[in-house]
């Protein structure tokens, strides 16, 4: 069924404030999903902060020009659907790859992050990459290294000398 012209009006206007408003997006391939899985994935989704749709593409690509979004991200054919995001672009795309592995029937066509246009080989890349929680837990333990590895030496040696002294007592005894 066909749109009006204001409905089309409306959808143009709300894919061009995702556009604005958003860090990221990744476009997926929603040919041959299932009701099921998609509902599933957007229950995921909700959890780490990104939503899932399914776009118009001949507004949703008026919407791309419009917003002055990277000429790749213009060229696809067929069911789309954009998964757009507010912060970590690493986890919707490990709930895509995810979901990818089990059903066979997610295909990521490719994104945008802080205005970089991303690949679909580059999206699943970032399904690679641990969260931002993980890294920043590995940063925090990198710093603290150095600190850590001077209090087990000056403790060490402490604990060494106190051994030594346990000792002679125990000898005198």
Do not use: C, H, W
């Amino acid at each position: 069924m066909s749109k009006t012209r204001s409905q089309k009006t409306e959808l143009l206007n709300g894919y061009k404030e995702i556009l604005k408003n958003k860090v990221g997006y990744l476009l997926i391939n929603s040919e041959k999903t299932d009701t099921k899985t998609v509902t599933g994935l957007k229950i995921q989704l909700k959890g780490v902060g990104a939503n899932y749709e399914v776009v118009k593409n001949s507004i949703f690509k008026i919407a791309l020009q419009e917003a002055e979004q990277p000429l790749q991200t213009q060229e696809f054919d067929g069911p789309t659907a954009i998964i757009f995001f507010d912060e970590d672009p690493t986890a919707p795309a490990k709930l895509v790859k995810e979901a990818q592995k089990v059903t066979k029937l997610f295909e990521a066509r490719g994104g945008v992050y802080e205005g970089e246009f991303l690949t679909a080989e580059r999206v699943m890349q970032l399904a690679d990459i641990p969260s931002r929680e993980v890294l920043l837990g590995k940063l925090l333990g990198t710093m603290v290294a150095p600190l850590s590895g001077f209090m087990n030496a000056v403790t060490g040696n402490v604990r060494g000398l106190t051994m030594v002294l346990k000792g002679i007592s125990e000898k005198d005894a």
